[in-house]
């Protein structure tokens, strides 16, 4: 069974730092790539950032783009979030998901949905 | 940068009747378009994925057709526990979300 388990989140003043954590299972995690979601109270989803099976590549929404770094450590079956130098508006529920994948020869190349989704972990920013 | 438009923003209906959620492209998209449920307090699951196809273990009552610019999400006959949030999602763009709640 996939399982994706967050954990890291809490209470930060506005310019400080979190890292979240993503504990993976149930699949061959250095097989996907892998995304960052969140979704701020009572607002709709919004993806945070994306990563390569082997962290050689990397994407970011603009919002946060150099001030939050994703990263895995496919040993320890694990993502990663580091978020430095937090606003207000970064206030959410970070969900870890899972980037579905086709296989065609012997290839296998990342689709554009997520197929599986952790539970969430809540970031508050605030004085 | 794609923009996906739902339609409407909340939807009232009772258990048992048909349910049509429109999400609408900025550009065409071919048939590369997702859909999840969320209800409150909970991750979203994937429904339908590829306009059209289901998810592993979503029940036969929810459908996805269209393609293009233009998709919609049909719960043929609503369950008290399809009473959630549906968005639709295309890379890295969600759809702001359609309510569907009981009347």
């Known amino acids: 069974e996939v399982q994706l388990v967050e954990s890291g989140g809490g209470l930060v003043q506005p310019g400080g730092s979190l890292r979240l954590s993503c504990a993976a299972s149930?699949?061959?995690?250095?097989?996907?790539?892998m995304s960052w979601v969140r979704q701020a109270p009572g607002k709709g989803l919004e993806w945070v950032a994306n990563i390569k099976q082997d962290g050689s590549e990397k994407y970011y929404v603009d919002s946060v783009k150099g001030r939050f770094t994703i990263s895995r450590d496919n040993a320890k079956n694990s993502l990663y979030l580091q978020m430095n130098s937090l606003r207000a508006e970064d206030t959410a529920v970070y969900y870890c998901a899972r980037v579905s994948m086709y296989y065609y020869g012997s290839g296998s190349y990342a689709r554009y949905y997520f197929d599986y989704w952790g539970q969430g972990t809540l970031v508050t920013v605030s004085s | 940068e794609i923009v996906l438009t739902q339609s409407p923003a909340t939807l009232s209906l009772s258990p048992g009747e048909r349910a049509t959620l429109s999400c609408r492209a900025s550009q065409s998209v071919s048939s590369y378009l997702a859909w999840y449920q969320q209800k409150p307090g909970q991750a979203p699951r994937l429904l339908i994925y590829d306009a059209s196809n289901r998810a592993t273990g979503i029940p036969a009552r929810f459908s996805g057709s269209g393609s293009g610019t233009d998709f919609t999400l049909t719960i043929s006959s609503l369950e008290p526990e399809d009473f959630a949030v549906y968005y639709c999602?295309?890379?890295?763009?969600f759809g702001q979300g359609t309510k569907l709640e009981i009347k």
């Open positions: 999602q295309q890379r890295r763009t």
């Open positions: 149930g699949f061959t995690f250095s097989s996907y790539w």
